[in-house]
């Protein structure tokens, strides 16, 4: 996480990744995920229990609807991490959380995140504007993951 090429890519992960930031991070995902806020999963590698990433739910619980995020670790880009694992959350918001709809984004520069989204089944939504906490206000591709 502390790779400037993954935290550009996203909305949430800050940059510089500071000592102690991820030591809070993970600390939160249990409370998070008894409360209903967040369900976030690592991701290991295949032929070893090794953490290579990590895929979640963001749950706006009002609405029972929820947002997926995903990093991988750069060495493992490319190996198929972000589709498995993100068709088997999709899976588990659906089946288990019982959630109405699933969305998802990426920067319109990110076309790594944007394969990924075309590789489970969704609708293109209005494209719209964020700012990732590393840096200034971008163009975003939205889906609804059907
Ligand atoms: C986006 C990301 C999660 C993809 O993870 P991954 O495990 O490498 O993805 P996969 O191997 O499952 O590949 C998914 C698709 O992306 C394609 N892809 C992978 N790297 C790519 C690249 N650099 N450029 C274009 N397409 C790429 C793959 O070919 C595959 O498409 P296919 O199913 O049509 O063959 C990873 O690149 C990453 O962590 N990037 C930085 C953080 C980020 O972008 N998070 C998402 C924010 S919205």
């Known amino acids: 996480m502390s790779d400037r090429d993954v935290a550009h890519r996203t909305l949430l992960i800050p940059h510089p990744y500071e000592d102690g930031m991820a030591e809070a991070w993970i600390a939160k995902h249990t409370g998070d995920f008894g409360d209903r806020r967040t ?13 290579c990433g990590a895929i979640g739910l963001g749950i706006d619980r009002d609405h029972n609807i929820a ?68 840096g200034a206000s971008m163009r975003m591709s939205c889906y609804t993951v059907c």
């Open 39 to 51: 369900a976030t999963f690592a991701m290991v590698e295949r032929d070893r229990n090794h953490l």
């Open 67 to 134: 947002e997926l995020g995903y990093w991988v670790g750069k060495p493992f880009w490319g190996n198929g991490y972000c589709t498995e694992a993100a068709k088997e959350v999709i899976r588990h918001g659906f089946t288990s959380l019982k959630l109405h709809r699933i969305h998802a984004a990426h920067f319109v520069r990110n076309p790594a995140s944007g394969a990924s989204c075309k590789s489970w089944e969704c609708k293109p939504r209005a494209a719209s504007d964020s700012t990732p906490q590393s």
